[in-house]
């Protein structure tokens, strides 16, 4: 596997912490099979790799958790900020971010990803169950309940459309092109060989539009070219001079495959067992992600060799998930001793095999 010119070049950022600025140790990125793990500030990264279809961060939860991390949720903002901007810079229409946190976490960095572009899709509980809180509840001192809850939230990029000087959403767009060839809303129908629903779901002005499929999509822009008033040819055209091809239009909204049974709660315990990485009989690193879950997220957002970003990689869990599923991925991880653990980890990982991808499907 190559690396693109410049991957291993650059210098760690001004912005880390003195301690982690001094950890430079040689060589600082391990590469198997499509998958690049990197002992790197993840900002000197970005620009030089390839766009993601997936995004994972896992990165601070306001909880003093490693070198950098602020000691409360109120900073995370302000330490997300400058991540959020490239990560919106690098995406297409194509990318779906999973951005992991406490539930407080998250809502403090929500309005810096909706002001950067990102949109809500849904937010998924992992619910670790009452095996997490056991043994630490004493409920005469508590104040709250017990928490034994993270989020992992999905946004996705609106797709965005120049009309003149204005910039369209894929709905008001698509809606504009048709009504300025001049045809009747209606012989849209026609056009995609339906009685209805492509007027209904594909030129409506409100909640109820769909995303045209590739197909019905290239059917629409067809018979607008064909029967359009010649004079405002092409439509359906970005760059003006020839419509966008059925392809195109495929990579104008992020993937996704929804898995039979899977819904918006995640019952996993916490981690145990052999999966858990520990020195002796201490754990490693206490963020550490089950394989289950990251397997979960960039299966249902990707395809067999898409592009993973893990900006924030700890033991590199979602690395270890996109090689399993032959997908490729770029990892960064600041602290050398857990990038060390996560290149031994992703030296000894087995592809996942097509069974075990069906169970995944059920989980
Ligand atoms: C929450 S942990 C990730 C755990 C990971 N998901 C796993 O399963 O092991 C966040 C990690 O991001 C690393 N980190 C923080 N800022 C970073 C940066 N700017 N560049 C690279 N790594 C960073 C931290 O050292 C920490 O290990």
Redesign the pocket.
């Known amino acids: 596997m190559s690396l693109k010119k410049g991957e291993q070049s650059r210098l760690v950022?001004p912005?880390?912490p003195h301690k982690?600025k001094e950890a430079q140790p040689s060589p600082v990125v391990f590469s198997r099979d499509g998958i690049s793990l990197?002992n790197?500030?993840?900002?000197n990264?970005y620009d030089e790799w390839e766009e993601p279809v997936v995004i994972?961060s896992?990165?601070?939860?306001g909880l003093k958790?490693?070198?950098?991390?602020p000691p409360t949720p109120d900073g995370l903002p302000n330490w997300y900020k400058a991540?959020i901007a490239k990560w919106s810079e690098r995406s297409t229409p194509l990318t779906t971010l999973w951005f992991?946190n406490t539930e407080y976490g998250w809502a403090k960095v929500h309005p810096l990803l909706e002001d950067n572009g990102w949109m809500f899709k849904s937010c998924h509980i992992w619910d670790k169950g009452m095996a997490h809180a056991a043994g630490n509840s004493n409920t005469q001192n508590l104040s709250r309940l017990p928490i034994v809850t993270e989020v992992c939230v999905q946004y996705i990029r609106k797709a965005e459309f120049k009309a003149g000087s204005r910039t369209l959403g894929m709905k008001e767009w698509i809606r504009e092109e048709w009504e300025r060839t001049g045809i009747p809303l209606s012989k849209s129908n026609e056009a995609c060989g339906v009685n209805n629903a492509a007027t209904r779901k594909y030129l409506t002005k409100d909640h109820l539009f769909y995303y045209p499929p590739p197909d019905a999509f290239e059917r629409l822009v067809t018979y607008a070219n064909r029967q359009g008033e010649p004079e405002g040819r092409p439509y359906f055209s970005i760059d003006g001079v020839r419509p966008i091809s059925k392809e195109q239009w495929s990579r104008m909204r992020a993937k996704f495959h929804c898995p039979v049974g899977v819904t918006n709660v995640w019952r996993e315990p916490p981690l145990h067992g052999k999966e858990r990485?520990k020195l002796g009989s201490s754990v490693v690193?206490?963020?550490?992600?089950p394989l289950r879950l990251?397997e979960l997220t960039i299966q249902i957002s990707s395809d067999l060799g898409d592009m993973v970003w893990?900006?924030?990689?700890?033991?590199?869990?979602?690395a270890i998930a996109s090689y399993r599923l032959g997908r490729r991925c770029r990892s960064?991880?600041?602290?050398p001793r857990?990038y060390e653990l996560?290149k031994e980890r992703l030296a000894k990982a087995q592809p996942m095999r097509p069974h075990a991808k069906k169970t995944l499907e059920a989980f």
């Open positions: 950022s912005a880390l982690l990197f790197r500030n993840v900002m990264l994972i896992d990165g601070a939860y958790g490693f070198p950098g991390d991540h992991w990485f690193h206490l963020n550490q992600k990251m893990e900006p924030f990689g700890g033991l590199c869990t979602a960064a991880e600041v602290v857990f996560a």
